[in-house]
């Protein structure tokens, strides 16, 4: 069973950069079956997609965030990461982690989620 674990400050200052880190266990990232994503959920809003990272570190990114956002892993500690830069009270919201499916591209398995606040 693949789990994911989401770690990190729950509260950041305006623009600082964010970090979070997403623990994999039960599955490998290196894998060429599946993409590893992040997505969050303003307060009262639907989820956005942000990124994702593939089996060979190859990551791609929502067009809103590609100038912030900076998606990498850790191939030993079977981690990836999201640094989101200069970040705002806008990106307030529960960051998830998951795991994207191949080939029909759907979330199989979601993280718990993390509350981040952005504020001074």
């Known amino acids: 069973q693949v789990q994911l674990q989401e770690s990190g400050p729950g509260l950041v200052k305006p623009s600082q950069t964010l970090s979070l880190t997403c623990t994999v266990s039960g599955g490998s990232i290196t894998t060429n079956n599946n993409y590893f994503t992040w997505i969050r959920q303003p307060p009262g809003k639907g989820l956005e997609w942000m990124g994702a990272i593939g089996y060979s570190g190859s990551a791609y990114y929502s067009p809103s965030l590609k100038s912030r956002a900076s998606i990498s892993r850790d191939t030993s500690k079977n981690q990836f990461t999201l640094q989101l830069s200069s970040v705002t009270p806008e990106d307030t919201a529960v960051y998830y982690c998951?795991?994207?499916?191949?080939?029909?591209?759907?979330?199989?398995?979601w993280g718990q989620g993390t509350q981040v606040t952005v504020s001074s």
């Open positions: 998951a795991r994207v499916a191949r080939p029909a591209m759907v979330v199989d398995y």
